[in-house]
T-cell receptor
Framework: QKEVEQNSGPLSVPEGAIASLNCTYS??????FFWYRQYSGKSPELIMS????GDKEDGRFTAQLNKASQYVSLLIRDSQPSDSATYLC??????????????FGKGTLLTVNP | DTGVSQDPRHKITKRGQNVTFRCDPI?????LYWYRQTLGQGPEFLTY????????KSRLLSDRFSAERPKGSFSTLEIQRTEQGDSAMYLC?????????????FGSGTRLTVV
């Protein structure tokens, strides 16, 4: 089982709709969860972090975390064409001893159609 | 604070040649990470340093790869005898120890193409 799994998509939504991106992770001990946005040819950009169960809202973005189900999601409300990008779920995972590192899923390609 | 800087942005090399990339972290960040990202995949961890000590290496890092961080400042990643499978984006990130839970900030990356 991969440590962080995402539906690879692609996901296509019309402008103004809600885009829903999902992620599961394998390490029950993980405490820190992130969503990165990556435009084609660019490096990943951190857009959301979440640490506690429940929802965290930032503008049009809402991150949701359910540690019991080992599930993280990102909702994008009122999607805009400029939101078209790959969204990467990332989790801080213990890789042994005192080594912790950010571990990524494969990413979900989102296209918002005007 | 100019962010994490990587050089070069793009590199095209012939198979079998050696290449070296450089990463300048945010000043005072004592941890530095290297990741590799191939098309359609998320970034994959390669190695990380705390100050000048290399603390962990992925098994992705074959013996053709070597990374250094002399004096705990900038870091270099060298690939010897490049292969076409090495074509990827190489990403660098830095954090201050203990702040990893706030997420990593990446540099712009170095895109390597091996022909």
């Amino acid at each position: 089982q991969k440590e962080v799994e995402q539906n690879s998509g692609p996901l296509s939504v019309p402008e103004g709709a809600i885009a829903s991106l999902n992620c599961t992770y394998s390490d029950r001990g993980s405490q820190s969860f992130f969503w990165y946005r990556q435009y084609s040819g660019k490096s990943p950009e951190l857009i959301m972090s979440i640490y506690s169960n429940g929802d965290k809202e930032d503008g049009r973005f809402t991150a949701q975390l359910n540690k019991a189900s080992q599930y993280v999601s990102l909702l994008i409300r009122d999607s805009q064409p400029s939101d078209s990008a790959t969204y990467l779920c990332a989790v801080i995972i213990n890789s042994g001893g005192s080594n912790y590192k950010l571990t990524f899923g494969k990413g979900t390609l989102l296209t918002v159609n005007p | 604070d100019t962010g994490v800087s990587q050089d070069p942005r793009h590199k095209i090399t012939k198979r079998g040649q050696n290449v070296t990339f450089r990463c300048d972290p945010i000043s005072e960040h004592n941890r530095l990470y290297w990741y590799r990202q191939t098309l359609g995949q998320g970034p994959e961890f390669l190695t990380y340093f705390q100050n000048e000590a290399q603390l962990e290496k992925s098994r992705l890092l074959s013996d053709r790869f070597s990374a250094e961080r002399p004096k705990g400042s900038f870091s270099t990643l060298e690939i010897q005898r490049t292969e076409q499978g090495d074509s990827a984006m190489y990403l660098c990130a830095s954090i201050k120890k203990g702040t990893g839970d706030y997420g990593y900030t990446f540099g712009s990356g170095t895109r390597l193409t091996v022909v």
